[in-house]
């Protein structure tokens, strides 16, 4: 195998002197959708529509029943394609970036690794990546296309689609009621925990027509390979970008969030790389992470150590091995203006959810999710009280972690994590995360502002030069998931720490509590009005605010007139807007308060919050 890849190393050198022959390494097509997870598509779900252009690949390639996007998010999901990494470990996990930053220990995007054996490489035309990127795509723009390679050249070329994007369904009331959907609004089955209302129908009907559009759109560019001849030659990969985008999908770290569909087209000319006959459905678990590392080793061509991932085809790899693969790790921080922090791990059909700031509702407003009439109808029909227990789970604090059987509850409606009857499974679960968190330096241990100012010239190196620091803080962090009496007298270390993070973190875990945390109460009014570190005056005020203690108003203003940075405001307005929206207070917020050149972009995430709160 080696010496296989000791050849290809050369082939780019070969290209240049004697035209290499592309019959003699396989081409590579991404046909990528956006916003859709595996519940859409017949090929997954009996409530599904038929896409048969994607059925038609599958019968001649491979079927991943579990695929899973690391991230509910583009631009995070995108850049964890692009380098193979998980976005925590290399700072690249919030959406959209407050700061480009550099590859992973000098390394380059997967495309660049295929340029140098020969290949031609386009992109047509997300990119929306949160690393800074040189050298790597031949041509990424609106008109790329494989075609515009030297005649017999080798390619590798992405092609996205966004009509199941999130802005498709972001449709006017008059539209609704005015145009009708090919897919019956009575046929469609809906999801539990969605309220069953004619703007639900109507909207999860439409995306579902928007699903036969996709596989339309796909037909055109499988035919065009076809009439190029290079049909034989090339692996097709169908996927979805990240999870589906109707409420409670894209941005949240659900299944319906990070389970995407796969589907492999295996040409006929490399099938010996696959090993698996045509049609058959793999059960073993890939990741985001494995896409980078599996076209590199398609083309027999070495990954490169910054890379997270494992190939899940190709030499050396077997379909045996890879069915036994039962784990995927998911991670999910700031989506535009809504901060949360969330990390998931799931082994079988087991998913445990680990929600490092319970009090951040799924629900808290971001202005693009809201503006879909399904998101604002459900908002409104629970501040009216019209859902019942499972529809409103989406406006509630949720659990510091939760566990879920999939195979029974396949919508995570159901949390586990308080059943005797898995204790032994939960811990288990719950230490697995821990060790991945750790393992991987996850930056999320700091707040972004933090990292903005400190970490993101080289984030890789801050991780492992802060390694023992971040495994500290998430030591402190779990100390929520034990009874408050056992853990009352680490509470009171860490509040008196002299790392203002494991003030921070202390001050988290005390809101994690909740009430049953009130005998903290002057101890966090002295740390909102004295603590020297601004985010942890924050979440003092935060922790008074969640409990009814008292009015944090003051407080909260007094930290944004003294925010350092222009992610510490938006991290400020987030925990306003959680109050006032939740809690019932009433947060006078002037943009006079905030400078105004951190407010110069009419759409950036601190006027978004701005707007919201004065509205």
């Known amino acids: 195998?080696?010496?296989?890849?000791?050849?290809?190393?050369?082939?780019?050198?070969?290209?240049?002197?004697?035209?290499?022959?592309?019959?003699?390494?396989?081409?590579?097509?991404?046909?990528?959708?956006?916003?859709?997870?595996?519940?859409?598509?017949?090929?997954?779900?009996?409530?599904?529509?038929?896409?048969?252009?994607?059925?038609?690949?599958?019968?001649?390639?491979?079927?991943?029943?579990?695929?899973?996007?690391?991230?509910?998010?583009?631009?995070?999901?995108?850049?964890?394609?692009?380098?193979?990494?998980?976005?925590?470990r290399i700072g690249t996990q919030f959406h959209r970036r407050s700061k480009l930053v550099p590859f992973p220990d000098n390394g380059k995007m997967y495309p660049w690794y295929l340029q140098q054996a020969g290949y031609y490489t386009s992109n047509n035309s997300k990119t929306d990546y949160n690393v800074i990127v040189g050298e790597g795509w031949d041509d990424s723009s609106p008109t790329a296309i494989w075609r515009n390679r030297e005649a017999g050249q080798p390619f590798l070329h992405v092609q996205n689609t966004a009509l199941t994007?999130?802005?498709?369904?972001?449709?006017?009331?008059?539209e609704m009621e005015t145009t009708a959907n090919k897919t019956p609004s009575d046929s469609v089955t809906l999801?539990?925990?969605?309220?069953?209302?004619?703007t639900f129908r109507y909207t999860h009907a439409r995306y579902l027509d928007n699903h036969v559009r996709v596989d339309d759109y796909f037909a055109d560019y499988i035919e065009m390979l076809e009439e190029d001849g290079v049909l034989d030659d090339t692996f097709i990969f169908y996927f979805g970008d990240h999870g589906g985008v109707l409420p409670r999908g894209k941005g949240y770290a659900y299944e319906n969030g990070l389970h995407v569909p796969l589907v492999v087209y295996v040409p006929e000319n490399w099938k010996h790389l696959t090993n698996s006959e045509y049609g058959s459905r793999i059960d073993g678990f890939v990741s985001f992470?494995?896409?980078?590392?599996?076209?590199?080793?398609?083309?027999?061509?070495?990954?490169?150590?910054?890379?997270?991932?494992?190939?899940?085809?190709?030499?050396?790899?077997?379909?045996?091995?890879?069915?036994?693969?039962?784990?995927?790790?998911?991670?999910?921080?700031?989506?535009?203006?809504?901060?949360?922090?969330?990390?998931?791990?799931?082994?079988?059909?087991?998913?445990?959810?680990?929600?490092?700031?319970?009090?951040?509702?799924?629900?808290?407003?971001?202005?693009?999710?809201?503006?879909?009439?399904?998101?604002?109808?459900?908002?409104?029909?629970?501040?009216?009280?019209?859902?019942?227990?499972i529809q409103q789970q989406f406006f509630e604090p949720r659990p510091a972690e939760q566990l879920f059987e999939l195979s029974d509850d396949p919508f995570e409606t159901r949390d586990l994590a308080n059943d005797p009857a898995y204790?032994?499974?939960?811990?288990?679960?719950?230490?697995?995360?821990?060790?991945?968190?750790?393992?991987?330096?996850?930056?999320?241990?700091?707040?972004?502002?933090?990292?903005?100012?400190?970490?993101?010239?080289?984030?890789?190196?801050?991780?492992?030069?802060?390694?023992?620091?971040?495994?500290?803080?998430?030591?402190?962090?779990?100390l929520s998931l034990q009874s408050l009496d056992d853990v009352t007298g680490d509470v009171v270390t860490a509040l008196e720490s002299d790392d203002p993070w494991v003030r921070y973190w202390g001050l988290i875990v005390l809101s994690s509590f909740g009430e049953e945390a009130h005998s903290f109460t002057e101890i966090a009014r002295r740390m909102a009005t004295k603590d020297e570190e601004n985010l942890v005056r924050v979440r003092a005020a935060e922790f008074l605010g969640l409990i009814q203690a008292e009015n944090p108003a003051s407080y909260l203003i007094d930290t944004l007139l003294n925010a350092n940075n222009e992610m510490e405001a938006v991290i400020i307005l987030n925990t306003i807007v959680l109050l006032q929206d939740f809690s019932g207070y009433q947060i006078a917020v002037s943009p006079d308060l905030i400078p105004s050149q951190w407010q110069s972009n009419g759409q950036s995430n601190l006027t978004l919050r701005l707007d919201h709160l004065n509205n």
């Not at 529509?49 to 583009?74: D, K, Q, R, T, W």
């Not at 082994?347 to 490092?356: E, F, S, T």
């Not at 996850?442 to 390694?467: C, I, K, T, W, Y």
């Open 191 to 198: 999801f539990p925990y969605f309220p069953d209302t004619p």
């Open 1 to 88: 195998m080696k010496v296989v890849r000791s050849i290809t190393s050369l082939v780019g050198l070969l290209f240049l002197c004697c035209s290499v022959n592309a019959a003699d390494f396989p081409n590579f097509v991404w046909l990528t959708s956006e916003d859709n997870s595996v519940h859409f598509s017949r090929l997954y779900s009996e409530a599904g529509i038929p896409m048969p252009a994607i059925e038609g690949l599958a019968e001649h390639g491979l079927v991943f029943e579990h695929a899973f996007s690391n991230a509910p998010v583009c631009s995070v999901a995108r850049t964890t394609l692009l380098t193979g990494a998980y976005a925590p």
């Open 423 to 478: 204790a032994d499974l939960l811990s288990a679960m719950r230490q697995e995360l821990n060790s991945k968190v750790k393992s991987i330096n996850d930056l999320s241990m700091f707040p972004e502002s933090m990292l903005f100012a400190e970490a993101f010239d080289d984030p890789v190196a801050f991780g492992r030069q802060n390694s023992a620091r971040i495994g500290q803080l998430v030591d402190i962090a779990d």
């Open 289 to 389: 992470i494995d896409f980078a590392p599996t076209i590199l080793n398609l083309a027999g061509i070495d990954i490169p150590p910054h890379m997270d991932g494992r190939p899940f085809l190709g030499a050396g790899v077997s379909i045996e091995e890879v069915n036994d693969r039962d784990e995927a790790f998911g991670y999910a921080d700031r989506f535009d203006e809504k901060i949360d922090h969330v990390r998931t791990l799931r082994k079988g059909n087991i998913k445990y959810i680990r929600n490092y700031q319970p009090f951040n509702v799924d629900a808290l407003f971001n202005e693009y999710r809201y503006r879909m009439l399904a998101y604002a109808e459900w908002w409104d029909l629970y501040r009216a009280g019209s859902l019942n227990t």
């Open 165 to 174: 994007h999130e802005s498709s369904l972001h449709f006017s009331r008059n």
